[in-house]
């Protein structure tokens, strides 16, 4: 069983927002005595849902390198910001916009 910490740095994401994910049910997960683990098989079957545009598979490193996460990371891009072949295009409005400047 995987804890947040190493989950989080095989994917290169925040704790936080696996902790988001696990709240709305978006990432297979266990919850043991208010523990949040995952397995690693059902992580694996989880990102082979998330196919690139390649039609290649995510793949979960089996140990920490570099050049794999840096791989999941732009496979990862991929499928968020060409989704469907549409680009999808981030709101023009920087955060100091939404929020107003300090």
């Known amino acids: 069983m995987l804890t947040v ?3 989080s740095a095989w ?3 925040k704790p936080s927002t696996l ?3 696990v709240s709305e049910n978006k990432i297979p ?3 043991i005595h208010g523990l ?4 690693p098989e059902a992580i694996q079957a989880w990102l082979h849902g998330f196919e690139n545009s ?3 598979p995510f793949i979960l490193p089996t140990r920490l390198d570099t050049r794999d996460v840096e791989q999941l990371i732009e496979a990862a891009k ?3 910001y060409t989704r469907g072949g549409e680009t999808i295009t981030p709101s023009p409005r920087t955060k100091e916009e939404q929020h107003g400047a300090r």
Do not use: A, D, M, T
Request: hydrophobic share 35%.
């Open 5 to 7: 910490k190493e989950l």
């Open 11 to 13: 994917l290169n994401i």
């Open 19 to 21: 902790y988001l994910w």
């Open 29 to 31: 997960c266990r919850r």
């Open 36 to 39: 949040v683990r995952f397995e």
């Open 54 to 56: 390649h039609g290649k």
């Open 78 to 80: 991929s499928e968020v």
